[in-house]
């Protein structure tokens, strides 16, 4: 069955830097477009990144510049490096299978002020 782990979440100074990971199996990787997603407290799940199966990048506005998702292929995993975070940035974030059903269990990052 598909899989999907993310991790690399934690608590982390206003400023700081994360490096997320998430680990996917049970399907074709390489062959999928992939995204990260955040849930804030009380809010939507909103798209924060997305990449194709050829590497190109999109960015919500609030984090352009700041937030870098990337793929390793050979390894099956998908990254999301988060610099100079703020406390807005504070959710859950979870990766997901572009135009899929397939979800993970999601990290939380919380940013102190």
């Known amino acids: 069955q598909v899989q999907l782990v993310e991790s690399g979440g934690g608590l982390v100074q206003a400023g700081g830097s994360l490096r997320l990971s998430c680990a996917a199996s049970g399907i074709l990787f390489s062959a999928n477009a992939m995204a990260w997603y955040r849930q804030a407290p009380g809010k939507q799940r909103d798209v924060v990144a997305t990449i194709t199966r050829g590497g190109v990048s999109n960015y919500a506005d609030s984090v352009k510049g700041r937030f870098t998702i990337s793929r390793d292929n050979a390894k099956n995993t998908l990254y999301l490096q988060m610099n100079s975070l703020k406390p807005e940035d504070t959710a859950v974030y979870y990766c997901?299978?572009?135009?899929?059903?397939?979800w993970g269990q999601g990290t939380q990052v919380t940013v102190s002020s």
């Open positions: 997901k299978v572009v135009s899929s059903i397939y």
